[in-house]
């Protein structure tokens, strides 16, 4: 269905659409589209010109502006959690079945785990797609296990404890560590993370390391209400 979705919405990134054009530029089926866009248009996501056409609708823009302030939030924390972790910062937002960096903050010299901010990661590895995982619609991380260097009950792990840990699961000899963060209504607005050396980060990370990622997953979540 998110599928289906996106591609509603991309059919009218570029100009607007009829419903004949959403058929033609989707393949969906008539009822199907019209069914959708109708329901973005309730959303504002999508809107109706003067022709009677959709076009992106006013909560796009919105959610965009967020995006970009959830980046500039997260960017004034993460170089705290980085200096007292000694290890590099990021943070992380899901995109269908990818994260997203866009935010991060890194070790000025030594071996260190480099994530540029834009670099799509897939979700089916490391402890940031745990911790966005672990509290999505059961629906969808069934979809993704098949795939994942992960299972079930790690995720049931993170719900518990409140927290992420892996080894060597997205990259050859590097350790991760990352929170969900949450708005003000329990919602899971991102992950933050810090990654490094095996060596360093450990297979079992100190409760000083633990308590810095939860403690800046806190500090995030209360500066983005």
């Known amino acids: 269905m998110l599928d289906k979705v996106v591609a509603i919405l991309r059919a009218v990134a570029d100009e607007p659409a009829s419903l004949a054009d959403l058929v033609a530029r989707t393949g969906l089926p008539r009822a199907t589209a019209h069914r959708l866009a109708s329901a973005l248009e309730g959303h504002r996501l999508l809107r109706?010109?003067?022709?009677?056409?959709?076009?992106?609708?006013?909560?796009?823009?919105?959610l965009a502006r967020a995006g970009a302030d959830l980046a500039e939030v997260a960017g004034r924390h993460l170089p705290a959690l980085?200096?007292?972790?000694?290890?590099?910062?990021?943070?992380?937002?899901?995109?269908?079945?990818?994260?997203?960096?866009?935010?991060?903050?890194?070790?000025?010299?030594?071996l260190r785990d480099t994530v540029?901010?834009?670099?799509?990661?897939p979700l089916t590895a490391g402890s940031a797609a745990h911790a966005l995982l672990a509290f999505a619609p059961v629906e969808e991380v069934t979809a993704l296990l098949p795939t994942a260097s992960f299972?079930?009950?790690?995720?049931?792990?993170?719900?518990?404890?409140?927290?992420?840990?892996?080894?060597?699961?997205?990259?050859?000899?590097?350790?991760?560590?990352?929170?969900?963060?949450r708005d003000g209504a329990g919602h899971v607005l991102g992950a933050v993370s810090?990654?490094?050396?095996?060596?360093?980060?450990g297979r079992r990370p100190s409760p000083e390391v633990v308590s810095a990622v939860l403690d800046a997953a806190s500090a995030i979540g209360r500066a983005a209400r």
Do not use: K, M
């Open 151 to 181: 299972t079930a009950r790690t995720l049931l792990d993170v719900r518990r404890r409140g927290w992420a840990h892996s080894v060597a699961e997205r990259e050859s000899g590097v350790a991760s560590l990352s929170a969900p963060v």
């Open 48 to 62: 109706r010109t003067n022709a009677g056409e959709w076009a992106p609708g006013a909560a796009l823009g919105e």
């Open 82 to 110: 980085r200096d007292v972790s000694g290890e590099s910062a990021q943070f992380y937002v899901r995109d269908g079945g990818s994260r997203v960096c866009i935010a991060a903050a890194e070790r000025a010299s030594g």
């Open 194 to 201: 810090i990654s490094g050396p095996v060596e360093r980060v």
């Open 116 to 121: 540029p901010v834009g670099a799509r990661l």
